[in-house]
């Protein structure tokens, strides 16, 4: 027990270093190429910082326990959503884009609705054992080449913009932008996502390892201590971009992120072999549903999500919570 504690304080303190790494690279990497960052916060960041989900869910599929891979997918992304936006949040009230509003989040409901449809047999067809198959699985990942394939397009558009308007400022004499050498930006971005997958995965192995001592079963595990530990990555690259006032790479990696882990992550791990659901049920899909619809609210609301919408994110994630050990 004290060797796993330690273990998990080493591999909070690697997430934090290799957040701080990942977005310095990715920020530099993002004014080089003239994309935006919010842009780079759904794709580069959103990858990097989904890999420990990525190699805990198909290490959990490939060794038969399907229950803590798609546990390990639904409670990150009700803690992405709810933790990691929330504090955000609380830390600088996060401005969000109408290109936010209208399509990035609206992808994420998508994610979370073809999810839910896909696995609650009992309810489309009176299959009395729920899974997510290798058919469900194959969709998933055709929606995500589509997602993909619509982010480049998007970032191709904008990038075009930024060089109009860079150009236009070099014309007027304002002086040019800084670079850091790209081999630099390279190397942070490297260690970043060696950090934030060193760091997740002692965080993981030794925090599974305290809840399974402790009597959790594997489904509550999945959803909670597994969930928390993957997304330690995102929230602390998260809240770095928060205290840096670079907001739009905290929602676009939350946001890239929770659509990672449906489209990618399951549809890999369902693909390689059919995930049951368990005790995994369709309440907690519709919980993902709710939750995205939520925050597309606040956001549209102000667009603005403040202070106390963070707060009570928060609220109901500790609520949900108390809820899932409740019914253990």
Same mark, same amino acid.
């Given at each position: 027990?004290?060797?796993?504690?330690?273990?998990?304080?080493?591999g909070?303190?690697?997430?934090?270093?290799?957040?701080?790494?990942?977005?310095?690279?990715?920020?530099? +990497?993002?004014?080089?190429?003239?994309?935006?960052?919010?842009?780079?916060?759904?794709?580069?960041?959103?990858? $990097?910082?989904?890999?420990?989900?990525?190699?805990?869910s198909?290490?959990?599929? +490939? !060794?038969? =326990?399907?229950?803590?891979?798609?546990?390990?997918?639904?409670?990150?992304?009700?803690?992405? !959503? &709810?933790?990691?936006? /929330?504090? !955000?949040?609380?830390?600088?009230?996060?401005?969000?884009?109408?290109?936010?509003?209208?399509?990035?989040?609206?992808?994420?409901?998508? @994610?979370?609705?073809?999810?839910?449809?896909? @696995? %609650?047999?009992?309810?489309?067809?009176?299959?009395?054992?729920?899974?997510?198959?290798?058919?469900?699985?194959?969709?998933?990942?055709l929606?995500?080449?589509t997602?993909?394939?619509?982010?480049?397009?998007?970032a191709?558009?904008?990038?075009?913009?930024?060089?109009?308007?860079?150009?236009? @400022?070099?014309?007027? /004499?304002?002086e040019?932008?800084?670079?850091?050498?790209?081999?630099?930006?390279i190397?942070?971005?490297?260690? /970043?996502?060696a $950090?934030?997958?060193?760091?997740?995965?002692?965080?993981?192995?030794?925090?599974?390892?305290?809840?399974?001592?402790? /009597?959790?079963?594997?489904?509550?595990?999945?959803?909670?201590?597994?969930?928390?530990?993957?997304?330690? *990555?995102e929230?602390? !690259?998260?809240?770095?971009?928060a205290?840096?006032?670079?907001? $739009?790479?905290?929602? $676009?990696?939350?946001?890239?992120?929770?659509?990672?882990?449906?489209?990618?992550?399951?549809?890999?791990?369902?693909?390689?072999?059919?995930? =049951? +659901?368990?005790?995994?049920? *369709?309440?907690?899909?519709?919980? &993902?549903?709710?939750?995205?619809l939520?925050?597309w609210?606040?956001?549209?609301? %102000?667009?603005?999500?403040?202070?106390?919408?963070?707060?009570? +994110?928060?609220?109901?994630?500790?609520?949900?919570?108390?809820?899932?050990?409740?019914?253990?």
């Open positions: 027990m004290i060797l796993d504690i330690l273990l998990l304080i080493v909070v303190a690697f997430v934090l270093l290799g957040a701080d790494a990942l977005t310095n690279g990715a920020s530099d +990497m993002a004014r080089r190429w003239g994309v935006s960052e919010l842009i780079i916060g759904l794709t580069v960041v959103a990858l $990097g910082t989904s890999m420990p989900e990525l190699v805990v198909v290490i959990s599929s +490939m !060794t038969n =326990k399907p229950e803590l891979a798609i546990g390990n997918v639904v409670g990150s992304n009700l803690f992405n !959503t &709810l933790i990691i936006l /929330g504090t !955000t949040a609380l830390i600088c009230p996060v401005s969000v884009s109408k290109q936010v509003i209208g399509k990035d989040i609206p992808w994420s409901i998508l @994610a979370s609705t073809v999810l839910l449809v896909l @696995a %609650s047999g009992t309810i489309i067809n009176g299959d009395a054992n729920n899974q997510i198959s290798r058919s469900s699985g194959i969709i998933l990942l929606i995500f080449i997602f993909l394939y619509y982010t480049i397009l998007v191709r558009r904008d990038d075009k913009q930024d060089k109009a308007e860079a150009d236009k @400022a070099q014309k007027e /004499g304002q040019e932008v800084k670079h850091t050498p790209i081999w630099k930006s190397l942070f971005i490297l260690l /970043g996502l $950090g934030l997958v060193v760091g997740g995965d002692m965080f993981v192995k030794s925090a599974s390892n305290i809840a399974f001592s402790l /009597g959790m079963s594997e489904s509550l595990v999945g959803l909670t201590i597994v969930a928390i530990g993957t997304s330690v *990555p929230l602390a !690259t998260s809240v770095v971009a205290f840096k006032n670079k907001a $739009g790479m905290a929602i $676009g990696n939350a946001i890239g992120s929770n659509i990672f882990n449906i489209l990618l992550i399951l549809g890999a791990s369902a693909t390689i072999t059919p995930l =049951k +659901m368990g005790n995994i049920t *369709p309440v907690d899909l519709l919980m &993902l549903l709710l939750i995205s939520l925050v609210l606040f956001a549209r609301t %102000s667009y603005i999500l403040s202070r106390w919408e963070g707060a009570t +994110m928060i609220a109901i994630y500790i609520g949900y919570m108390i809820y899932l050990i409740m019914i253990q």
